[in-house]
């Protein structure tokens, strides 16, 4: 018997949380990486270490991710008629959360972030271990290698745990090279985020805004919500018109996940994201938000942000200037406005959309609900 057979769903807020498929996510990923430990450990007891940061990384309970990308996948597949209980399904959209994990680890790597989802990054965990153990060489240098080889470990296991689902082989050649896609699209985003604080743009700018919305819908709006939503209904055979309709969702409702990823770097709850307060300008992020500060901020303010922003010395008072700065240009304001118009442009669509039963409707539009309103 499934666990989504041996009790009733639980009546939660989180819609993440329907038909008990976090839940029913985690088991996967817990069965998959129980496996490739015995693998690792059989070559080295040494890997041990490893191990266990990847099994934290994706297992500590609430800190272990949001879990949207494998909730898209699966209501993907079942708005296309993929079958309830179909552990396949569920292993295929598990594949994802390895996929994100990947991302996330070389992503704190090249930010430099000490924390993430409130426990220590990786690369600076295996900095610690290297400490303590008192080997030789530079512990910084060690943390990172074992981040770049940890990353790439999760991005090869994405591939083995969404080819190994259990789903019948054409269901998952036909869905493949849309994952593929989505590699390179979020690959490519990431790269252009990092490109943009690294430039010397010239002063005003024009590009900005355009430029950040770029960023915004590859390295996020495709890769959290459309191609996840498209991978799951390919996987159960979708047709043409949902398959463009999941397109047309998932979009500007991506776009509204990242903007409100924005806002909470910048304004965020420490105690409530995982991460330290104004973390994202610290790293310099340039995002949509700062695109909209420096278009309609005084030439003193984007002096003074041109200045900061990107300073790991930055400290609380300096974090308080730069919100200020950017409080006063309006951008928050008209970015919320855009997130609502983001989400009604969404709803309109799912509306529509020729999808084949009316639950997994309605967990589309909880789950838009939950990623544009959320605190974390």
């Not at 083995?160 to 979020?186: H, I, N, Q, W, Y």
Request: aromatic share 6%.
């Amino acid at each position: 018997m499934s666990l989504a057979q041996s009790a009733p769903a639980p009546v939660v807020g989180n819609p993440v949380d329907a038909e008990w498929l976090r839940q029913r996510v985690d088991a996967a990923l817990d069965t998959f990486l129980t496996g490739q430990e015995r693998t690792l450990l059989a070559i080295s007891p040494q890997l041990a270490p490893l191990c266990g940061t990847v099994r934290d990384f994706l297992l500590s309970g609430p800190t272990g991710g949001k879990r949207l990308r494998a909730a898209f996948c699966y209501w993907g597949w079942r708005g296309a008629g993929g079958a309830a209980e179909e552990r396949g399904a569920v292993a295929a959209a598990a594949a994802l959360e390895l996929l994100q994990a990947s991302a996330l680890v070389h992503d704190d790597l090249m930010d430099r972030s000490d924390t993430r989802r409130g426990l220590p990054s990786v690369h600076r965990r295996f900095e610690s271990l290297h400490r303590r153990a008192g080997w030789r060489g530079d512990a910084a240098q060690f943390g990172g290698a074992s981040a770049v080889l940890v990353g790439d470990l999760l991005l090869v296991w994405c591939d083995s745990l969404f080819a190994e689902s259990g789903l019948p082989r054409e269901a998952v050649r036909r869905a493949k090279p849309l994952l593929d896609l989505m590699r390179t699209e979020v690959m490519a985003g990431q790269y252009l985020d990092m490109l943009e604080p690294a430039v010397n743009w010239p002063a005003g700018d024009a590009g900005a805004v355009d430029r950040a919305r770029t960023v915004i819908e590859y390295k996020s709006a495709k890769y959290t919500v459309q191609r996840p939503l498209q991978l799951g209904g390919l996987l159960a055979d979708a047709s043409a018109d949902l398959t463009e309709a999941y397109g047309a969702f998932g979009l500007p409702l991506g776009e509204a996940f990242q903007l409100r990823d924005d806002l909470l770097g910048v304004y965020g709850d420490p105690a409530v994201t995982g991460k330290p307060a104004g973390d994202d300008l610290r790293e310099g992020k340039r995002t949509l938000l700062l695109a909209e500060t420096l278009a309609s901020c005084s030439t003193a303010d984007a002096r003074l942000l041109d200045d900061m922003l990107g300073s790991p010395e930055l400290d609380a008072d300096g974090v308080e200037r730069l919100r200020s700065v950017i409080t006063r240009s309006g951008a928050p304001r008209r970015i919320e406005e855009r997130i609502a118009a983001l989400r009604e442009e969404a709803l309109a669509v799912l509306a529509a959309a020729p999808i084949r039963e009316q639950v997994a409707r309605e967990t589309l539009t909880r789950l838009a609900d939950a990623a544009t309103a959320r605190r974390h």
